[in-house]
């Protein structure tokens, strides 16, 4: 299915096609549909995606200094409207949010009726978006900065057992393993929809090569451990990525915007 358009009609590059709003944008019990989101676009594209935005959102989207910025920022929002539009059936004109204490957004003005749930991450170029039908859930994905990856940031943000299990790995292999644990702890952080308020040393995560990502231990709270699920997210070379779900067992099905929907 190609996402390329004539610029004379009333679509947007990347809209989703009829056969997609009925066929495949639907969600069922356990499944968590992770949606790869590329923000390059053209800058005639992303005037016409910025007609996609409500007015707080094209206000948000001015106030990057940077046009690079403003372009990602306007890409991910629409790309965001169009895929929500699609499972519930609506243009993404149409779509309202509200902002939780912490900012997690959530669907609103009874479109949270349906029962989606969603959150999205941004690094860079990428976004990943994640849906489910009524189960908390938070994404991570960030470019791999081995310069930001030290032993000082690891001791200042992460929980005594990470540090050590870092530690121990070898030198060659820690960079990629730190930002492993960073986005496993940022996916559960935004799950909870507490933003800051939870401290990032109070959890610890598995994030050994090799090894399923796993929440090991909330502090104050053993019942947590057995509330979520998490998952390790392939984001391609440069990036890494997590999602954590409520409950257990999910089927993750991986598919791309603006192309075709991957099967």
């Not at 959150?119 to 009524?134: F, I, K, R, V, Y």
């Not at 933003?195 to 995560?205: I, Q």
Request: proline content about 4%; charged content about 25%.
């Amino acid at each position: 299915m190609s996402s390329r358009r004539d610029d004379s009609s009333d679509s947007f590059p990347g809209e989703l096609e009829p056969e997609a709003r009925t066929g495949d944008g639907r969600l069922v019990a356990n499944e968590v549909h992770i949606w790869r989101i590329d923000r390059t676009s053209t800058v005639d594209a992303v005037r016409r995606y910025r007609s996609l935005l409500s007015a707080d959102e094209a206000q948000r989207a001015d106030r990057f200094h940077f046009a690079r910025d403003r372009s990602r920022f306007t890409v991910g929002r629409a790309a965001l409207r169009q895929i929500l539009g699609s499972y519930l059936n609506l243009p993404a004109q149409e779509l309202h949010f509200r902002y939780g204490p912490k900012g997690k957004p959530d669907l609103a003005g009874g479109l949270e009726r349906s029962g989606i749930k969603f959150n999205l991450s941004h690094s860079s170029d990428l976004a990943l978006l994640a849906l489910t039908m009524g189960f908390g859930v938070g994404i991570d994905v960030e470019s791999i900065d081995i310069e930001f990856a030290t032993e000082e940031i690891a001791k200042r943000f992460f929980a005594i057992a990470e540090v050590q299990a870092l530690s121990a790995l070898p030198h060659d292999q820690q960079g990629e393993a730190f930002f492993s644990c960073w986005t496993r702890k940022e996916a559960y952080i935004k799950a909870l929809g507490e933003g800051l308020s939870v401290p990032l040393d109070s959890f610890a995560v598995d994030f050994t090569p090799g090894r399923p990502a796993a929440l090991l231990h909330v502090e104050g709270s053993a019942a947590e451990v057995e509330r979520w699920s998490m998952y390790n997210i392939d984001a391609g070379e440069g990036y890494k990525a997590a999602v954590v779900v409520e409950g257990k067992s999910h089927h993750l099905q991986h598919r791309r915007w603006p192309c075709a929907l991957l099967k």
